[in-house]
């Protein structure tokens, strides 16, 4: 390796200090994505729980899209590796400008390997929301399908109409 002193290198603390940062605050992102992975997971079971009485198809499509979304969600909630800095041994003998842009260098990689991953989280915890947006729609036009007023136009009467009753047609004596 190329011999790295502080005056060919006047910024490697300030950079090493902001990819620190971002380190950290990738953390911050990670945990706040698994939080909310759980919340899907969670919301998905209540669901297909109060399901029961909803009127099939919209029952079914609601419970297959409130697994899909658990799937989805478990899937971005699952524990990932977590890079840390291997052989640091190596570097304790070595002057401080050299092992400060060995850090520098290794900790863009984990940066960049983590932007991917979490990128990758974010993209399936997404499709797990979508798939719980429409589990309540399909489920919920179920319990409006299910409703007195709902899919007959609001008369509690198939077609909408109230059917004539005898008592109701109008009387033809004076």
């Excluded at 929301?129 to 007023?149: D, R, S």
Aim: proline letters at 6%; a negative charge.
């Amino acid at each position: 390796m190329p011999s790295a002193d502080r005056d060919d290198l006047p910024s490697i603390g300030l950079v090493l200090d902001v990819l620190r940062a971002g380190r950290e605050e990738r953390c911050g992102h990670f945990e706040a994505l698994d939080q909310k992975a759980g919340l899907a997971i969670g919301f998905a079971g209540v669901l297909v729980t109060l399901s029961n009485d909803i009127s099939e198809p919209w029952r079914a499509l609601g419970v297959v899209a409130s697994v899909i979304s658990a799937g989805l969600a478990l899937s971005s909630f699952w524990p990932r590796g977590y890079e840390v800095l291997d052989n640091v041994r190596d570097y304790l003998a070595a002057p401080e400008p050299q092992t400060q842009l060995v850090l520098v260098d290794t900790l863009a990689v984990m940066n960049l390997r983590t932007d991917r991953s979490m990128g990758a989280k974010a993209r399936r915890l997404k499709a797990a929301l979508v798939a719980l947006a429409l589990a309540v729609v399909m489920l919920g036009v179920g319990v409006i399908w299910n409703h007195p007023g709902g899919s007959d136009g609001g008369t509690g009467h198939k077609g909408g109409v109230p059917a004539a009753s005898p008592s109701a047609a109008p009387s033809s004596s004076p």
